[in-house]
């Protein structure tokens, strides 16, 4: 038997349903951290007892997955993540990414950084989705997006020496970035999200901008 289908999925709640109380800076530095005290409405009414959450404030940021369409392959970097020092290599398979600075639109940073991480242009892009890594203590949000490149431009270690990055390029077919996501070699949630999506949309886009 098949299961009755919900589409209609409404939140009850709104941010009017929470009461905040304080907001305390506990560290301002190359991320913030911050302690917050609230109470919110519960579902059987009423309301909650004081909450108090420390709050990782790591501001919104973009993904891009930077496909081929005529080549079928993708742009893949390879970076050191900090988050990872402890693990068998703290060298990640990632998407283009990147913090969204004051003024500018999620679109805006995908394109910039593709060129400052990939060295290759945008010629046309398209929103997958948008997603919080980790609501239950991070403010961050990710907006994701892939993007029509030429992968034959794709060469060579990028990054901005400023931020300390050191980025290397890799240009590989989707079937093969497809099977890094599989084997659990790509660990990176963002890249993970837009390579499943191309795996599911790669016909229609395909045929979309190969005809432009």
């Not at 098949?2 to 530095?29: C, H, M, R, W």
């Not at 060298?91 to 600075?101: L, N, P, R, S």
Request: charged share 25%; proline share 2%.
């Amino acid at each position: 038997m098949t299961a009755p289908s919900n589409t209609q999925l409404n939140n009850q709640f709104t941010s009017d349903d929470v009461e905040l109380l304080s907001k305390i800076s506990l560290y301002d530095g190359f991320f913030k951290m911050t302690k917050v005290s609230f109470r919110h409405q519960l579902f059987k009414g009423g309301w909650s007892e004081v909450i108090e959450r420390e709050l990782f404030e790591r501001g919104h940021a973009v993904a891009l997955l930077p496909y081929d369409p005529i080549t079928d392959s993708v742009v893949l970097i390879e970076q050191i993540r900090v988050g990872v020092l402890g693990s068998d290599s703290p060298w990640q398979y990632e998407i283009v990414a990147g913090m969204i600075d004051k003024g500018q639109s999620a679109e805006q940073v995908a394109i910039r950084e593709t060129q400052e991480e990939a060295g290759i242009s945008v010629s046309n892009l398209e929103k997958i989705t948008h997603f919080y890594p980790s609501s239950g203590g991070c403010t961050e949000r990710l907006d994701v997006f892939v993007g029509q490149v030429d992968a034959s431009k794709a060469t060579g270690v990028h990054g901005l020496k400023e931020e300390g990055e050191d980025i290397r390029v890799h240009v590989v077919t989707r079937e093969e970035a497809y099977a890094l996501v599989t084997r659990g070699v790509i660990e990176n949630a963002a890249s993970i999200i837009a390579l499943q999506w191309l795996e599911l949309n790669v016909s229609r886009l395909r045929l979309q901008w190969n005809s432009k």
